[in-house]
Antibody, heavy 117, light 107 residues
Framework: EVQLVESGGGLVQTGGSLRLSCAVSGFTFTNYGMTWVRQAPGKGPEWVANIKEDGSEKNYVDSVKGRFTISRDNAKNSLYLQMNSLRADDTAVYYC??????????WGQGSLVAVSS | DIQMTQSPSLLSASVGDRVTITCRASQSISSWLAWYQQKPGKAPKLLIYKASTLDSGVPSKFSGSGSGTEFTLTISSLQPDDFATYYCQQYNSYPRTFGRGTKVEIK
């Protein structure tokens, strides 16, 4: 059974940092690109970043470039999102998801990040 | 960035109805379009990718069509479990972008 489990969310002050983790199981992690998607309260999903299977290519939405870093540890079957200089508009549920030729076919349950001043 | 425009934003329908949701891209995305269903408090669920390919386990009452800039999602016979919000997403180019969603509610 494919499983993705996020952790690391919480309440942080404006300008602070958080590192989200996504532990995966039930599939061969090294065969898939991975994605982070976030969803602010009452809004639609927003694609944040993705990373290729071997970590050789990373892409970001403009609003997080220079502040967020996506990475993966294939030996640990884990995906990460390092978030620095957090702002109020980063408040959202963050999902990790598996890439299926660009679409996302399996998602985690989400991790809430709340940024307050 | 490619803008994805969904219509309608709210769709009121009855059990058994056939419903169609439209998604328009601001430029051609070939067939690189996915449809997701989301229920409150849950992660989105992939229904269709590459515009018309059903994801594994998705019932055939869902169908997708289109290419270029105009796409549709059709649900052939609405059941109570289908009342949810539906999103399209393009993955032709970065950043991947989602539509604002169509909420399907019970009439």
């Amino acid at each position: 059974e494919v499983q993705l489990v996020e952790s690391g969310g919480g309440l942080v002050q404006t300008g602070g940092s958080l590192r989200l983790s996504c532990a995966v199981s039930g599939f061969t992690f090294t065969n898939y690109g991975m994605t982070w998607v976030r969803q602010a309260p009452g809004k639609g999903p927003e694609w944040v970043a993705n990373i290729k299977e071997d970590g050789s290519e990373k892409n970001y939405v403009d609003s997080v470039k220079g502040r967020f870093t996506i990475s993966r540890d294939n030996a640990k079957n884990s995906l990460y999102l390092q978030m620095n200089s957090l702002r109020a508009d980063d408040t959202a549920v963050y999902y990790c998801a598996r890439d299926l030729t660009g679409a996302s076919d399996f998602w985690g349950q989400g991790s809430l990040v709340a940024v307050s001043s | 960035d490619i803008q994805m425009t969904q219509s309608p934003s709210l769709l009121s329908a009855s059990v058994g109805d056939r419903v169609t949701i439209t998604c328009r891209a601001s430029q051609s995305i070939s067939s690189w379009l996915a449809w997701y269903q989301q229920k409150p408090g849950k992660a989105p669920k992939l229904l269709i990718y590459k515009a018309s390919t059903l994801d594994s386990g998705v019932p055939s009452k869902f169908s997708g069509s289109g290419s270029g800039t105009e796409f549709t999602l059709t649900i052939s016979s609405l059941q109570p479990d289908d009342f949810a919000t539906y999103y399209c997403q393009q993955y032709n180019s970065y950043p991947r972008t989602f539509g604002r969603g169509t909420k399907v509610e019970i009439k």
